[in-house]
């Protein structure tokens, strides 16, 4: 639950497929998750792009009725959740932007670190914004950058961008996707079985339209897709390790999504069976924070031999009167949002698994309400390492005097929720859980992988790379 973070948003795109703007609707609707302030569809029929959004869920921003909607020949889709810029239909992506190039659909995941400071140089220059999104900074690039061909000024203007990105791009002829150079922000391949070529911010979106996974984007890869077949070339020419965000594994992305060539829900079992060997206790039931705490409060229990139970329900009928990001709104609505099934918890001693714990005050109302149920102990155990920093790269913490283990050490968090116990997982355990590949941990005090640009970002620590 992981006190309600957001990511910043979700992309897809497909070209090639008959049914393209319906499979993008469905592709658009499983990456839900990622974002549930707006939603919107850009469709390339009979060579016009279309694009249509609304505020909301996709399926209160979306109707697929007329059939530039329903059919297309390529198309692309967005979930939004603001962690820059205003909570507006002016923001929902994509954006159609007119250049000299032809027409440009653009859809965004992520975060700029230079992005404010691009925006300054680009209204010096004369450019003019319509909202406040870091995404529309890319399309003025594109449109002043001096290259003859689209591809061109594209390459070179994702170049210039710093941070924690990925873009879909759609135009009158093809289909782009970008992942920035350290691959914080994830993008995937997937193909259809017609032979479509798809892209998505996670692989749970190539199941809802029955499409295979075929790789990751590669971290600072341009990819274009024609037809049906693909190129592959690269917008920056130095390698850097990757580090994706390890918080897409422990909280953010889909259990049933693979990131890195592993199950997220595997991921986080095994997080939650090292958890239990690095912070033991005797219990009679664990018990996770439904639903995203659920896979390392199995892992939990298995490795101490203990029955794991449905302590907590989630009425998941209220999530969206509290997507708002405000810090009153999120109190209220634990309350509302979970309840404890007395049966499973009156007198006894529980371990209560989460994810995370970054704010803090859901595990205080989550405490409360299990002894309201008659728990006679509550020891909290977090398989992710302490929340220290806040991220720069697309996740809704970047007020640091909000992060709980920022300004208190663990026994003062411990009091502070009101836990008979309190252990988070090491950072070691962390590395350990997540077996291979390169991971962005800046938020667990292991260093930004991309230092901080602009004045509004102030940098708390840029040595060390991702791990
Ligand atoms: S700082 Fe944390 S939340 Fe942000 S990208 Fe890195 S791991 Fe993810």
């Known amino acids: 639950m992981a006190d ?38 850009a469709v390339l029929h009979k060579e016009e792009i279309t694009v249509h959004k609304g505020m909301g869920l996709v399926t209160e921003a979306l109707k697929v009725e007329t059939e530039s909607q329903r ?6 889709g967005h979930v939004r959740y603001s962690t820059t810029g205003e909570s507006s239909i002016v923001n929902a992506q994509p954006l159609l932007m007119k250049t000299r190039f032809g027409l440009l659909a653009l859809g965004q995941n992520g975060n700029l670190v230079n992005g404010a400071n691009l925006r300054q140089q680009l209204e010096k ?14 399309a003025h690039l594109i449109a002043r950058s001096g290259r003859d061909s689209f591809y ?16 879909t791009v759609l135009t009158q002829d093809a289909l782009y996707g970008a992942r920035d150079p350290r691959g914080i922000r994830p993008l995937a391949l997937g193909r259809t079985e017609e032979g479509a070529y798809v892209l998505a911010s996670e692989s749970c979106a190539f199941d ?10 590669e971290p600072g890869e341009l990819i274009t897709i024609r037809e049906s077949h693909i190129e592959s070339d690269r917008f920056v020419s130095f390698e850097t390790g990757r580090a994706l965000c390890s918080f897409e594994m422990i909280y953010f992305a889909r259990p049933d999504s693979r990131m890195e060539g592993q199950s997220t829900h595997m991921v986080r079992r095994r997080l939650g069976e090292i958890l239990a060997k690095e912070a033991p206790v005797d219990a009679d039931v664990v018990i996770g924070v439904p639903d995203s705490s659920t ?16 302590g907590l329900v989630k009425n998941r009928y209220v999530a969206r009167t509290f997507i708002t990001p405000n810090q009153a709104l999120r109190e209220a609505g634990v309350q509302l949002k979970l309840s404890a099934v007395k049966e499973v918890v009156d007198g006894k001693r529980i371990v209560l698994v989460d994810d995370s714990l970054v704010r803090g005050t859901t595990s205080r109302h989550l405490i409360q309400i299990l002894r309201h149920a008659g728990a006679k102990e509550v020891h909290m155990r977090i398989a992710s390492p302490p929340y220290t920093d806040p ?12 992060l709980a283990a920022r300004n208190m050490n663990v026994e003062q968090i411990r009091k502070a929720v009101g836990a008979d116990s309190l252990a988070y997982l090491s950072l070691g355990g962390l590395k350990a859980g997540l077996s291979q590949g390169g991971w962005c941990m800046a938020c667990f ?22 791990n």
Request: contains cysteine.
């Open 4 to 41: 309600e973070l957001h990511d910043e948003c979700g992309v897809f795109g497909i070209f090639g497929d008959s049914q393209a703007a319906l499979k993008s609707y469905w592709g658009t609707f499983s990456l839900q998750h990622r974002g549930q302030e707006s939603a919107g569809l």
């Open 71 to 76: 059919l297309g020949f390529a198309a692309m």
């Open 125 to 138: 220059e004369g450019a003019i914004f319509q909202g406040t999104t870091d995404s529309e900074v890319l």
């Open 152 to 167: 061109e000024a594209l390459k070179e203007s994702l170049a210039k961008l710093l941070g924690g990105f990925a873009f």
């Open 208 to 217: 809802a339209i029955r499409a295979h996974y075929v790789r990751e984007i």
């Open 295 to 310: 896979p390392a409060a199995m892992g939990y229990a298995k490795a101490r031999n203990l029955p794991f139970d449905m």
């Open 391 to 402: 991220c720069y790269y697309g996740i809704d913490t970047s007020r640091a005097t909000e």
């Open 445 to 466: 005090g292991a260093g930004y992988p991309v230092p901080l640009q602009d004045e509004t970002s102030t940098p708390l620590s840029v040595t060390k790379g991702g």
